[in-house]
């Protein structure tokens, strides 16, 4: 989500008449994009802003430094007096506002803050800049109405608005037209878009649509609450020939004690039941999760839970983090804060449980063909890679004007991260 902000507030720049600069420290502007779900992310940050503030003093240059994002919005005004070089604060609601904060900036000599939250944002039609040519991602909605305990988010990305359908099918054929072959939709909780349009629409709905748009051949959406997927969402994946295979269902703990705690508002019971149900819907579904280890009050035998759930679910991939404590989120106040060394060898032993699982996942498909949309030079030196409708990378030896057509590889071997094969006939 954070990366497509970039490239929205990149497309104002652009327009602006901006080009890109071949590095931070040959520009006239930097805007550093915050992301402050984790404390290490705000820390990256803070390290990173100390090495540009340094730059800009020694060099005596006119390097404008905004601060956008996640931790513009938490810190506001405190980031100026925190780092006198900042010049802008601009926070994630209000991106459509940047062009005008430039012109302020500039004319003014003195810092602009926006972080009041434009309340039409998910209105207005912000172009972005995108530069793979392939793949894009599309919002569909902005904020978080969940208020999960350990979670920042609605807090710095507030309440949930839908986009438009109209405006959203328009920015899919627009990008079909460019020759983009997959998007994919955005919201931090897509399966309750619709909240609040004029006209209804529901996710499932607007998949319908989306199967419509001429050039675009693959459709993937993050994230999905497993609360709220639907028997509709379940029918649409399985009918819709355009939807991939794939799905990241964040569960957080297989515990049902801490998934209360974490106003999860679903039990592991069920999330199994929901697991079972898009299986036998379509039974290759890729599935992937959130795990979060060190809940506050996680006992050893909630932990054994969680490793139960992995085991029993047996995830495609799986995104493990350490329980962080968050600025306004209730689990600050919850007992039984972990120390760093628990989650740390919770956090160790989850990874070493999946990649194990992650391994026969990807074993599973030696031998069948995947249709796979070729991306271009694989890292590994002469071979090209591109990602199956389950979103699995996949490498493969092929001449280099395959980019962006969709081919046919055999499997022939697999790691945990990905899968490798011969292209087909
Ligand atoms: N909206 C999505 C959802 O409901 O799963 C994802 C939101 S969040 C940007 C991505 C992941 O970060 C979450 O699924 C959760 O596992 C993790 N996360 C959020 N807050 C966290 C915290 N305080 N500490 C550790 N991990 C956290
Ligand atoms: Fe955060 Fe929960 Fe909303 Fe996801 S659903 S963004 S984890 S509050």
Partial sequence: MNEHDSERMAGILEAQGFIPAASADDAEM????????????????????????????????????????????????????????????????????????????????????????????????????RSDGLKAWV??????????????????????????????????RGLGEQ??????????NVNSYGKGLEDDCTFPELLRM???????????????????????????IRDLAKVCESIHLPVQSGADRVLALMNRRYTSAEYLDTVRKLRNAVPDMAITTDIIVGFPGETADDFACTMQLLQEVEYDNIFAFKYSQRPHTKALGLPGHLAEEVKEERLAQVLELQ?????RKNEQHIGSVQEVLVEG????????TGRTRGNKAANFIGPAHLRGSFVDVRITTAGPNSLSGELCE
Wanted: aromatic content about 4%.
């Fill in 210 to 236: 989306m199967q419509d748009v001429d050039g675009i051949e693959r459709i993937r959406f993050v994230t999905s609450h497993p609360r709220d997927l639907s028997d509709a969402l379940i029918g649409a």
């Fill in 377 to 384: 030079a694989s890292k590994k030196g002469g071979m090209l």
């Fill in 30 to 129: 930097v805007i550093l994009n915050t992301c402050s779900i984790r404390d290490k992310a705000e820390q990256k940050f803070y390290s990173e802003l100390g090495r540009l503030a340094h730059l800009k003093s020694r060099s005596g240059k006119e390097v404008t430094i905004a601060v956008a994002g996640c931790i513009a919005q938490q810190e506001g005004e405190k980031l100026l007096s925190r780092t006198p070089s900042v010049d802008m604060v601009i926070g994630p609601s209000d991106i459509a506002r940047l062009s005008a904060m430039i012109e302020k900036n500039r004319n003014s000599g003195t810092p602009v803050v926006e972080t009041d939250g434009d309340p039409e944002y998910h209105q207005r039609l912000v172009p972005a800049s």
């Fill in 139 to 172: 919002s569909i909605m902005y904020g978080c109405d969940n208020f999960c305990t350990y979670c920042v988010v609605p807090y710095l990305r507030g309440r949930e608005r839908s986009r438009p359908p109209r405006d959203i099918i328009a920015e899919a």
């Fill in 355 to 359: 990649k194990g699982i992650s391994l």
């Fill in 179 to 188: 020759g983009y072959r997959e998007v994919t939709l955005l919201g931090q």
